[in-house]
């Protein structure tokens, strides 16, 4: 599986944007996916997650309300859509997927067998 994320870019603090994460091989949208993100110098850190089917979601505490995470099965495709954003978000967006350690170890980097790239979001206060 390979996961090509796209979508990020500057925006003004308020401001929203999507992410997308299209996967190739069917067997993506068997497992959970998620987004984490870094900024140069940190760890890498969860920011959301969602289960195979969609029915669970996950989310950290300083995203929950402003960010969506969801998936599109027949397009083979993740999304987060981050509203209301704020200078704290900017770093590198990476996709996620493979997980299949179970739900409550999704926010965990290492529970991930595919990552994307990444794509760089910057928020300007």
């Known amino acids: 599986v390979q996961l090509q994320a796209s979508g990020g870019g500057l925006v003004q603090a308020g401001g929203s944007l999507r992410l997308s994460c299209a996967a190739s091989?069917?067997?993506?949208?068997?497992?959970?996916a998620g987004w984490f993100r870094q900024v140069p110098g940190k760890e890498r850190e969860f920011v959301a997650a969602?289960?195979?089917?969609?029915?669970?979601?996950s989310y950290r505490d300083s995203v929950r309300g402003r960010f969506t995470i969801s998936r599109d099965t027949a397009k083979n495709t993740l999304y987060l859509q981050m509203n209301r954003l704020i200078p704290e978000d900017t770093a590198i967006y990476y996709c996620?997927?493979?997980?299949?350690?179970?739900?409550?170890?999704?926010?965990?980097?290492?529970?991930?067998?595919?990552w994307g790239q990444g794509t760089l979001v910057t928020v300007s206060s």
């Open positions: 969602i289960s195979g089917n969609g029915a669970l979601t």
């Open positions: 091989g069917r067997t993506f949208s068997t497992y959970a």
């Open positions: 996620a997927g493979g997980s299949d350690l179970g739900w409550t170890k999704v926010g965990r980097p290492s529970s991930y067998a595919y």
